[in-house]
């Protein structure tokens, strides 16, 4: 079975410092998918980044970078310079290559950017 | 490309009316999911198609649901005799596996469900 968990419910933060989300996933799977999606006030789901697991490669997009480390099952993601627009609800996500590729979310972070 | 979209965006229903929802996924993606978002939760995986066949459904896919994708272009997702439980964000996405690598899902903006 596949699991995400995002222990931190809720994170305010004051504009300009930087976050980090936390994501733990579980899966027996050795080939797998990981996700970020971000979910502001209007609702829809925003894709962030995909990684899949033969690349532990951390990557960097603007402010945006993640770490990805498969010895602590952790795909975790920071926001460098938190602006009041990155204020949202944050899911991580897994996805298995078998079956039916859907999505398994965590239960999301919000993060409220305070100016 | 218009992106995927869901109509109607919002619904307020009566406990025991039926309702169906609609989902336009990206025109040349070939697979389309359903998800439900209840409050505080992340999205749920309910059913899925590959063109116009519906090869799983989730647990939480009772009998009074019902999915459909008649032509492998737009889909409706029916719930029959609605109850308070049921009110919910439902999601819809899209997906292409033509390409042989594994690409995103897009997301479309939802249908909020209010059953009073």
């Known amino acids: 079975a596949q699991k995400v968990t995002q222990a931190q419910t809720e994170i305010s933060v004051v504009e300009k410092e930087d976050v980090t989300l936390d994501c733990v996933y579980e899966?027996?799977?050795?080939?797998?998918?990981l996700f970020w999606y971000k979910q502001p006030p209007s609702g829809e789901l925003v894709f962030l980044i995909r990684r899949n697991s033969f690349d532990e490669q951390n990557e960097i997009s603007g402010r945006y970078s993640w770490n990805f480390q498969k010895s602590t099952s952790s795909f975790n993601f920071t926001i460098t310079a938190s602006q009041v627009v990155d204020s949202a609800v944050y899911f991580c996500?897994?996805?298995?290559?078998?079956?039916?590729?859907?999505?398994?979310f965590g239960t999301g972070t919000r993060l409220t950017v305070i100016p | 490309d218009t992106g995927v979209s869901q109509n109607p965006r919002h619904k307020i229903t009566k406990r025991g009316q039926n309702v169906t929802f609609r989902c336009d996924p990206i025109?040349?993606?070939?697979?389309l999911y359903w998800y439900r978002q209840t409050l505080g939760q992340g999205p749920e995986f309910l059913t899925y198609f590959q063109n116009e066949a519906q090869l799983e459904k989730s647990r939480l896919l009772s009998d009074r649901f019902s999915a459909e994708r008649p032509k492998g272009s737009f889909s409706t997702l029916e719930i029959q005799r609605t109850e308070q439980g049921d009110s919910a964000m439902y999601l819809c996405a899209s997906i292409s596996t033509g390409t042989g690598s594994y690409n995103e899902q897009f997301f479309g903006p939802g249908t909020r469900l209010t059953v009073l």
């Open positions: 996500a897994l996805s298995v290559q078998t079956g039916a590729n859907n999505l398994f």
């Open positions: 025109s040349e993606h070939n697979r």
């Open positions: 899966t027996r799977d050795t080939t797998y998918y």
